[in-house]
Structures are given as C-alpha cells and as structure tokens.
C-alpha cells in the first residue's frame, strides 16, 4: 500500500478550517454547545485569505512545514511584521481572530488521527496581542440628534426609513434594507413592537439572532411602513448602496463633516443613547474607568477595589453586554465598548 505524501501547510489550512464549517448554522446555537466555528461565506473567505497568508509567511521566514510545527513565537512574530509593514491596528485584530480559528480548526481536524500531541498543538497565547484601541480610535464617532435631524431632511423617503431603523434600533446598514415585516412582532408586554429575528442569514452578520424593542418614538412610523405590505416584504425598498449614498448626498447638502462615520454614526448615536437610559451616573462613571483600563492593557476591573464600586461595575458590565446584545455583538466586548460607549 502507498504511504500517503505529507500534506503541504497550505492544504492543512484548508482542512483545518473546513472542520470548523458551520456556515447555515446557528451561532447561537452552537455558542451554547460549544461547537462554533465559522458562520458566514464572508467569514471563511477572510479567515482562509488571513490563514494562508500567515502559515505562507511562517514557511518562508521560519521553514515551518506543517500547523503541528507551529508555536506562540511565529504567532508573535508575524503580527510584528504586519505591524511594522503598516498594516492598520483593526486588520490585525481581524488576523487574531483568523489564527485562532486556525488553531481551533486544525484541533478538529486532527481528532481523525488520534494524536494527542497533534490535537494539543497551540501556536495563540492566551490573551490577544491586539487588545488595545488608540484614543483616536476610541473617539465618539456618534451623530448629534441635530445632525441626525439634517441628514433625514435631506434623504428620500426610503432612505430615511434606513436612517430610522440605524437610529433608533442601531441595525447595521445591509439589515436595515433586509429585514422584513415578519420580523416584527408584538412584544412581551403585548403594547408595542419587538424586532425578532431567529435565523438571521442573510440579514443579521454572521446570521445571528436579534432581539431589539422598537421604541416608542418610531412605533407609528414604523406602522405606517408596513400597511398593505405582506409578511415576507422588506420594510425599505432599496439597495444597501443606494441607503449609503444617499446618506452621503444628504450630508453634503446638509453641511454635516461625516469625518468617516458613514452610516454606522447611527448605530454609535443609538449606543450612547442606550447607555443614558440603561445605566446610571455612577455607573457611567464605572464604565468610563473600566474602558481606560483596557485602554492601557488592565483587566477592565483593575483597581475596583470597593464593594460599592464593584456592584456599580457588575451593573455597568450587564448594561454594557445588553447593549452589545441590542447592535448584534456578542458579551464582553470592551474594545468595541471604547468604540461605541467610550468618551
């Protein structure tokens, strides 16, 4: 019998991420079991291009051959590189996360051959290199009410169906031209809407679920939108580019600087008016802290030493992790926090 040649590291990167496969898949679903991997074509698409490019690196710099090979210096090393090459801070946040789905991959993967030594294999250090936001990053990147105000005076009417639904619900921009009139429901309390989507593919990123109560203030507009329109219609009639270039006419013609806010501004503006409503002026004071914490690379509850403080953190954490909930995000996201909730 022919001895099977030795896989090349290209190819494992290959396998290693298709055993992590979960594209049509509940997120949600598998965060509770344990079991997620990759949910979306975009995701596997970047992971592969980020994956390949790292292990290609490691062959040419350092002659690994295969993942087995592969160690917490080349993980080191390469984002040094890519730092000192200019790659932005955001990408390589973006490459982290495609490593470690590497390595969970190539675990999965090696659970055919029963090799322990291979399944053990760990090349990314426990806590990430890229952590870390610059201030410029963390800056409030929100519209003014008055700001948002212009900007609808000036867009057509399908286009200001997007805005509303980015402001007042924080979607992002391709959900708010793809969710549908059955995603709205009657909510708990049976007085006013709730957004509801179960299986988000197509709509949601990465397809996972959302649960987001319509406020009162865009209940009717809301109710208008949907008059005479069938369960499975969308609410705005038009494209994800036409929604984003109007939202750029709409600020030339307002004199509003977007300054690279583009139409996530809403989704900041909705962030910060969550925080205002859901906690407190302590605990917005907790929260301030705990973001120039990680800001400087401390666990975000250094120096919360007291037990009032540490009730107020506990408190601003949950607020924090449902407003991240609300924009589709997912628990202890403290860098994403400095960007949408910092000062």
């Not at 105000?149 to 639904?165: P, Q």
Request: proline residues 1%; aromatic residues 6%.
């Amino acid at each position: 019998m022919a001895r099977r040649g030795r896989t090349s590291i290209v190819r494992e990167v290959k396998e290693s991420l298709t055993a992590i496969d979960k594209i049509g898949q509940s997120k949600r679903d598998a965060r509770k079991t344990g079991t997620s991997g990759i949910h979306s074509k975009k995701q596997m698409t970047n992971t592969m291009s980020d994956a390949q490019n790292f292990v290609k690196w490691c062959r040419s710099e350092h002659g690994v051959k295969s993942i087995s090979e592969l160690d917490e210096r080349h993980y080191v090393s390469y984002l040094a590189y890519l730092s000192e090459k200019g790659v932005s801070q955001g990408h390589r946040v973006n490459v982290e996360t495609s490593l470690r789905l590497l390595e969970k991959g190539f675990k999965e993967r090696s659970k055919r051959f029963e090799n322990n030594s291979v399944t053990l294999v760990r090349f990314c250090p426990k806590r990430r290199l890229e952590t870390s936001l610059s201030e410029s990053d963390a800056k409030n990147r929100s519209y003014t009410e008055e700001e948002v105000r212009l900007i609808r005076g000036n867009c057509s009417d399908e286009v200001t169906k997007a805005v509303d639904l980015m402001r007042e619900m924080g979607l992002r921009i391709k959900e708010a031209v793809n969710v549908r009139v059955e995603h709205f429901v009657p909510n708990d309390r049976g007085i006013g809407w709730c957004l509801t989507i179960e299986k988000g593919t197509g709509i949601t990123k990465g397809g996972r679920f959302r649960q987001v109560d319509v406020p009162q203030r865009l209940e009717q507009r809301l109710e208008s939108w949907m008059v005479n329109k069938s369960p499975g219609e969308q609410i705005v009639n038009v494209s994800y580019s036409t929604v984003r270039d109007g939202v750029n006419v709409a600020c030339k013609r307002a004199g509003v600087a977007q300054a690279g806010r583009g139409c996530h501004g809403f989704r900041h503006a909705y962030a910060r008016e969550r925080m205002n409503q859901l906690m407190t002026s302590e605990q917005r004071q907790i929260m301030n802290r705990v973001l120039e914490n990680r800001k400087m690379g401390r666990a975000a509850d250094y120096g919360i030493l007291r037990e009032h403080d540490k009730q107020l953190y506990a408190a601003a954490k949950e607020a924090m992790d449902q407003i991240h909930s609300e924009l589709g995000h997912g628990k202890n996201r403290w860098a994403l926090a400095m960007r949408y909730m910092g000062n």
